[in-house]
C-alpha cells in the first residue's frame, strides 16, 4: 500500500477532507507532530506523499522551532528525488524557502473565507479548477518565490498563493484542505490571531460554514486530479 506522511504542527490542522481523498486512492495515512517526536527517526524518502500542514510560526524561525529546517531540508531532497511534496500554508512557506525564496509579515492578516484569482500562468494548472472557489484564508506571511517561479494564484493582499516546483511540489498558501464543520476550532485555537486581527470569530465560523459544502466539493475535485496526475512509484 502506498504511504502518506502528514507533518502536523497544530492538532485541529490536520489533513480535513484532503484525508478522503488521499485514503479513496489508496494511500494509507501517517501523522508525525514535530512538535512531539523527532524527525530523525524518520526517513523523508519513505513516504509515496509527504504533507506539510500550516502552523502558527514563522518559516524562518529555525532558531526558535529547529525542527523547520529539517523538513525544508526534507522537501529539498524530496524536490531533487522526485518525489511528491504538498506544502500547506506554514508548509508552504517552507517549501518555498526551502527552494530558495524568502517569506517576511504582510503587515496584516488575511483571515476567513475568499476566492483567489488563478494567475496567467495558473490557468495552464489545475488550479484552474479552483477560479471562483471558496478557500479559507489564515495567515499574515507572505511568499516571495525563488528567481525562474511563478505565481499560479493570488489574492489583493497577497500575490502568491499557489505554486508548483519541479519534482512535484505542489505549494497552496490558503486551506482548501480544512473541514470548515470544525472552523470553531480555528477560532478558539487561534483565538489570539483573530483578536489581535480585530475579527469576529462568529463571523468567521458564520462564512466558513455558508461555504462548507462548496469548498469541499472544490477540496475533492482538486487534491484528487492533482494526485492523479503523479507519476506512479
Known sequence: MKTALALRHVDFEDLGTLAEVVEQRGYRIRYADPTREDLSTLRQDEPDLLIVLGGPMSATDV???PFL???AQWLRDRRAAGLPSIGICLG???MAVAAGGDVAPMGL???GMGTV???????GTLLRLLADAPVLHWHGDA???PEGEVS???TGPCAVQAFELSGHQLGLQFHLEADLDRISEWTIGHAGEVAEAGLDPGAIEAGAKAHAEAMRAASMAFFGAWIDSLPTR
Open 92 to 94: 508552504a512557506q517552507v
Open 109 to 111: 492578516k488575511e483571515i
Open 117 to 123: 484569482s488563478i494567475t496567467p500562468a495558473g490557468q
Open 69 to 71: 529546517g529539517v523538513e
Open 143 to 145: 511568499i516571495s518565490l
Open 152 to 154: 499560479l494564484a493570488s
Open 63 to 65: 532558531a526558535g522551532y
